[in-house]
C-alpha cells in the first residue's frame, strides 16, 4: 500500500500543523500504549514509572517522534533512509513487529485527541499509509 | 469469563451516554470505508461509494453507522442479562454475556454476510478514533484502556460463531 503523491501532501500539510507539538504528542502515545497495552512494558524493564508524566516516558515519546517526524522529509525513501534504524531495531530492541502497529494506533488517536478538526478522514487514511510505511522501513532488516 | 470492574463499567456506560449516534454512526462508517477501502466489498448495494465525497453524502452508509451504534449500545445495557437482542447497543447492555448475547449476529455476520473477521477489528480502531476526536482531552488512557477492552469482548463474540 504504497504512498501516493496525494498521501505525501496530506502527511507533509498535517505535520506541518502539529509539529511544534511533536514532543507531547510522543509522549502522550507512548503513555497511551504502556496503559492500553501493558504488555509493551516488556521492553522497558528498567524503568520506574509507567504514568503519563513519567521522565521516562516523555523522553522516549520525543526519541520516537523526533524520528518519525524526521521521516516525514524522507518519504521518498523510507527504506534506504531508515536503514539504520532498521539495524538497530533487528539487532538491539528486537521489537516484535506486532508493536508497530500497537504504537501507530495510539499515535493515530493522540492526534484524533488533539486534532479533532485537522484529522479528517482524508489525513487518517494517509497519516495511517504513513505510519504503515515507516513500521514496514523499520522492520525491513528483521529477516 | 470476563471481569468487569465498576469503574470500567462506568467509563463505558460513560462514553454511550454522551455519543451522539446520528452524528457519530455517519461517521463512523464514512472513516471506516475511506481508511480500509477494501471494507467497501460488503457495501456494493450501497451505490456511490467512489470518492470520498460520495461516501460522506451517502445516506445508506450513514444510516449503517447508527445501526452499528445501535448494537455496541445494547452490549453495554445487557451487562448484566441474558435476553437475546439485535444490534451492537446490545453489548453495552448485556456487558455480563455479550457471548451469548452476539450468537445470532456472529451467525449472521459469519454466513450471511461473510464479512471477514479482521474487518471488527478495524471497525473497532476507527470508533476509537470518532470517540478521541469527540471525547478529545476526555479520552483518558484509563477511558481507552475500559473501551478496547470492551470492544475485544464484543470482537471476540462476533468471531465466535465463524468456527
Known amino acids: 500500500m504504497s504512498l501516493t503523491a496525494k498521501d505525501k501532501a496530506f502527511v507533509k500539510a498535517f505535520w506541518g500543523k502539529i509539529s511544534d507539538q511533536a514532543d507531547a504528542i510522543g509522549q502522550e502515545a507512548v503513555g497511551r500504549m504502556l496503559i492500553v497495552y501493558p504488555q509493551t512494558k516488556i521492553y522497558f524493564p528498567d524503568w520506574t514509572d509507567f504514568s503519563l508524566d513519567s521522565p521516562q516516558v516523555k523522553k522516549h515519546g520525543k526519541t520516537v517522534m523526533s524520528a518519525i517526524t524526521d521521516a516525514v522529509g524522507k518519504m521518498d525513501d523510507l527504506i534506504g533512509e531508515m536503514s539504520s534504524l532498521s539495524d538497530l531495531h533487528a539487532t538491539k530492541v528486537r521489537l516484535d513487529p506486532v508493536n508497530f502497529k500497537i504504537l501507530s494506533h495510539n499515535i493515530l488517536v493522540t492526534l484524533a485527541v488533539h486534532f479533532p478538526t485537522d484529522f479528517t478522514a482524508e489525513v487518517h487514511v494517509a497519516v495511517d499509509k504513513f505510519l504503515a510505511a515507516v513500521s514496514a522501513a523499520i522492520a525491513d532488516k528483521y529477516r | 469469563m470476563v471481569v468487569w470492574t465498576d469503574q470500567e463499567r462506568a467509563f463505558i456506560q460513560d462514553i454511550f451516554s454522551k455519543l451522539n449516534y446520528e452524528d457519530a454512526g455517519p461517521e463512523l462508517y464514512c472513516r471506516v470505508l475511506i481508511v480500509y477501502p477494501w471494507t467497501q466489498r460488503y457495501f456494493g448495494g450501497f451505490g456511490n461509494l467512489y470518492s470520498a465525497e460520495a461516501i460522506k453524502s451517502n445516506p445508506m452508509v450513514a444510516a449503517h453507522g447508527i445501526v452499528v451504534l445501535h448494537g455496541l449500545d445494547k452490549a453495554m445495557k445487557n451487562m448484566d442479562d441474558i435476553t437475546v437482542l439485535k444490534g451492537l447497543e446490545k453489548a ?33 480502531d476507527c470508533l476509537t478514533v470518532v470517540l478521541a476526536r469527540r471525547m478529545t482531552t476526555d479520552f483518558t488512557p484509563d477511558i481507552q484502556a475500559a473501551w478496547q477492552k470492551f470492544l475485544s469482548v464484543v470482537i471476540s463474540a462476533l468471531t465466535r460463531q465463524y468456527y
Open chain 2, 92 to 124: 453495552l447492555k448485556n456487558m455480563d454475556n455479550i457471548k451469548n448475547t452476539f450468537t445470532a449476529l456472529s451467525e449472521l455476520h459469519s454466513e450471511k454476510l461473510q464479512v471477514d473477521p479482521g474487518n471488527f477489528q478495524l471497525l473497532g
